[in-house]
C-alpha cells in the first residue's frame, strides 16, 4: 500500500497509487488512399512521433509488397510493421504454394482481414489500408478496421488528420454535396473518375493542408501509384515545424 502526503497539511492518506501499463501508443500521420478508373493511389507521410515529440522525420508508412499491391498500415508503429511484414511473408508463402502465381487484390484483403481478425483478442492498432488493380484492371482501395471489417472504395484517409481529409476526399472524389451550376442546387453533379494527375494535385493540397493544422502530421509525403505498368514512388516536402 503506497501513501499520499500533502505539502499542505500534516495528515497522511491511504489511498493507494494505480500504476498502468498501455501496451499501446500512437505515433502520427495519416495515409490516404484513392481508386481511379486504371489506377489505385496509396498516400503518407514520413513524421513519426510520440507525443509531442518527433521521433523521426522520414519514417516511410507506405509499401511495395509485389503483384502490385501497396499497403500501409498507421497507428502504432510497431504493429503495423509487424502487420506489413506479416502479409509480405503471406505472399511469398503464397508464391510457394501455387507455382508464383499473382495474388489477386481481392484475395489480399481477404488474407489481411484473417490476420487482423486473428488478432482480434489483443488487435493491431493500426488503420489499414490497401490499393492497387482488381482482375478488370480497375483501381480498387480497401480499408479494415483493427480487427478485420473491411470494405472497398474509391477513397479513404486514416491516422491522426483522417477527420481533416476525409470531408474533402468526400466533396472532390465522390463528388458528395457538389451540384451542377445551373441547377440552383437541384442536380447532383454526375461522378466521374479522376485523372491521375489531377489526384497527385489533390493528395498534395490534402496534406498540405493537413499539416497546417496537425502537428502530427508532416516533413514528408510519399505516394505510391499502381498502373497497368507496375508501381512508381513520388515524394514532395512537407512542413518541418
Same mark, same amino acid.
Given at each position: 500500500?503506497?501513501?499520499?502526503?500533502?505539502? /499542505?497539511?500534516?495528515?497522511?492518506?491511504?489511498?493507494?497509487?494505480?500504476?498502468?501499463?498501455?501496451?499501446?501508443?500512437?505515433?502520427?500521420?495519416?495515409?490516404?488512399?484513392?481508386?481511379?478508373?486504371?489506377?489505385?493511389?496509396?498516400?503518407?507521410?514520413?513524421?513519426? !512521433?510520440?507525443? /509531442?515529440?518527433?521521433?523521426?522525420?522520414?519514417?516511410?508508412?507506405?509499401?511495395?509488397?509485389?503483384?502490385?499491391?501497396? *499497403?500501409?498500415?498507421?497507428?502504432?508503429?510497431?504493429?503495423?510493421?509487424?502487420?506489413?511484414?506479416?502479409?509480405?511473408?503471406?505472399?511469398?508463402?503464397?508464391?510457394?504454394?501455387?507455382?508464383?502465381?499473382?495474388?489477386?487484390?481481392?484475395?489480399?484483403?481477404?488474407?489481411?482481414?484473417?490476420?487482423?481478425?486473428?488478432?482480434?483478442?489483443?488487435?493491431?492498432?493500426?488503420?489499414?489500408?490497401?490499393?492497387?488493380?482488381?482482375?478488370?484492371?480497375?483501381?480498387?482501395?480497401?480499408?479494415?478496421?483493427?480487427?478485420?471489417?473491411?470494405?472497398?472504395?474509391?477513397?479513404?484517409?486514416?491516422?491522426?488528420?483522417?477527420?481533416?481529409?476525409?470531408?474533402?476526399?468526400?466533396?472532390?472524389?465522390?463528388?458528395?454535396?457538389? /451540384?451542377?451550376?445551373?441547377?440552383?442546387?437541384?442536380?447532383?453533379?454526375?461522378?466521374?473518375?479522376?485523372? *491521375?494527375?489531377?489526384?497527385?494535385?489533390?493528395? +498534395?493540397?490534402?496534406? !498540405?493542408?493537413?499539416?497546417?493544422?496537425? *502537428?502530427?502530421?508532416?516533413?514528408?509525403?510519399?505516394?505510391?501509384?499502381?498502373?497497368?505498368?507496375?508501381? +512508381?514512388?513520388?515524394? /514532395?516536402?512537407?512542413?518541418?515545424?
Amino acid at each position: 500500500m503506497s501513501t499520499i502526503a500533502s505539502e /499542505y497539511a500534516n495528515e497522511v492518506s491511504n489511498t493507494p497509487i494505480e500504476h498502468q501499463f498501455n501496451p499501446y501508443s500512437d505515433n502520427g500521420g495519416t495515409i490516404l488512399g484513392i481508386a481511379g478508373e486504371d489506377f489505385a493511389v496509396l498516400a503518407g507521410d514520413t513524421r513519426h !512521433t510520440t507525443d /509531442y515529440s518527433i521521433n523521426s522525420r522520414y519514417e516511410p508508412k507506405v509499401f511495395d509488397c509485389g503483384d502490385d499491391i501497396i *499497403i500501409s498500415a498507421n497507428g502504432f508503429a510497431a504493429d503495423g510493421e509487424a502487420l506489413v511484414k506479416r502479409f509480405k511473408n503471406s505472399i511469398k508463402w503464397y508464391h510457394f504454394d501455387n507455382n508464383d502465381k499473382k495474388l489477386a487484390l481481392s484475395s489480399a484483403a481477404r488474407n489481411i482481414q484473417h490476420l487482423l481478425y486473428g488478432k482480434r483478442f489483443f488487435p493491431y492498432y493500426v488503420h489499414t489500408i490497401i490499393a492497387g488493380l482488381d482482375e478488370e484492371g480497375k483501381g480498387a482501395v480497401y480499408s479494415f478496421d483493427p480487427v478485420g471489417s473491411y470494405e472497398r472504395e474509391f477513397c479513404r484517409a486514416g491516422g491522426a488528420a483522417a477527420s481533416l481529409i476525409m470531408p474533402f476526399l468526400d466533396n472532390q472524389v465522390n463528388f458528395k454535396n457538389q /451540384y451542377t451550376p445551373d441547377s440552383n442546387g437541384k442536380v447532383k453533379r454526375p461522378f466521374k473518375h479522376l485523372s *491521375i494527375d489531377e489526384v497527385i494535385k489533390l493528395v +498534395r493540397d490534402a496534406f !498540405t493542408s493537413a499539416t497546417e493544422r496537425h *502537428i502530427h502530421v508532416g516533413d514528408g509525403l510519399e505516394i505510391l501509384i499502381v498502373t497497368k505498368e507496375g508501381v +512508381r514512388k513520388e515524394f /514532395y516536402e512537407l512542413k518541418r515545424d
